[in-house]
């Protein structure tokens, strides 16, 4: 099965309306950690926003916020007031604690979602 | 004030070759890693070292082999290149902080595009 799994291919939304981006993921464990990367057209990867586990509160950065729901095991990127820089591909991703005497828990990426934003 | 760099950020070679990517870090991360991003973008990890050691290697072919000699640099040696290995490859570096639970950051390089010919 797939750890993170990216339902939406591709997302298209209008300049200044928000979006919401799919993310689940799949752990039996109840520590780890969820991220949100964005790809523009230039190629580079950008670290968004980190959402631990054990946090209560939804994490937020600026524009993105993520919005965790741990029973559902969702981490949806959400992106207020669309720009049209936002035009990229993101992707989410989960890091697992360690096991097998590692010191580093395994990390796992999603396929992506492709967002245009429109003027 | 590059947070994470790479040399080369092209790469284009023939079939066969040995190749190097350089990566430097000045963030003081203690953990290092090597993506590979194909053609469709699916970014698959392929090794994550810890203070210089090797943790996880991602059933990568021995082909590809990671050095890293103090903890802000990681390099990766590609022996015999084949056409297959056509990719980005992103060099990244994160800090790990441990709460309740974990917390981390994870900063990617700006990748080396390599083409095998």
């Known amino acids: 099965a797939q750890k993170i799994t990216q339902t939406q291919p591709g997302m298209f939304v209008q300049e200044k309306e928000a979006v919401t981006l799919d993310c689940t993921y799949d752990?039996?464990?109840?520590?780890?950690?969820l991220f949100w990367y964005k790809q523009p057209s230039s190629g580079e990867m950008i670290f968004l926003i980190y959402?631990?586990?054990?946090?209560?509160q939804n994490a937020t950065e600026g524009r993105y916020s993520l919005n965790f729901q741990k029973a559902r095991k969702s981490a949806n990127l959400v992106i207020s007031a669309s720009q049209l820089g936002d035009s990229a591909m993101y992707f989410c991703?989960?890091?697992?604690?360690?096991?097998?005497?590692?010191?580093?828990?395994?990390?796992?990426f999603g396929r992506g979602t492709q967002l245009t934003v429109w003027p | 004030d590059t947070a994470v760099s790479q040399t080369p950020k092209y790469l284009v070679t023939q079939m066969g070759n040995d190749k190097s990517i350089k990566c430097e870090q000045n963030?003081?991360?203690?953990?290092m890693y090597w993506y590979k991003q194909d053609s469709k973008k699916f970014l698959k990890i392929m090794f994550s070292?810890?203070?210089?050691?090797?943790?996880i290697n991602e059933t990568v072919p021995n082909r590809f082999s990671p050095k890293s000699p103090d903890k802000a640099h990681l390099n990766l040696h590609i022996n015999s290149l084949e056409l297959g290995d056509s990719a980005v490859y992103f060099c990244?570096?994160?800090?790990?902080?441990?709460?309740?639970?974990?917390?981390?950051?994870?900063?990617f390089g700006p990748g080396t595009r390599l083409l095998v010919l």
């Open positions: 991703a989960m890091r697992e604690p360690p096991g097998g005497g590692s010191t580093l828990g395994r990390l796992y």
């Open positions: 959402q631990g586990s054990y946090d209560e």
């Open positions: 070292y810890n203070n210089k050691e090797l943790i």
């Open positions: 963030l003081g991360h203690d953990t």
């Open positions: 990244a570096s994160s800090q790990v902080f441990r709460g309740r639970g974990p917390q981390e950051t994870q900063y």
């Open positions: 752990t039996s464990d109840q520590s780890y950690g």
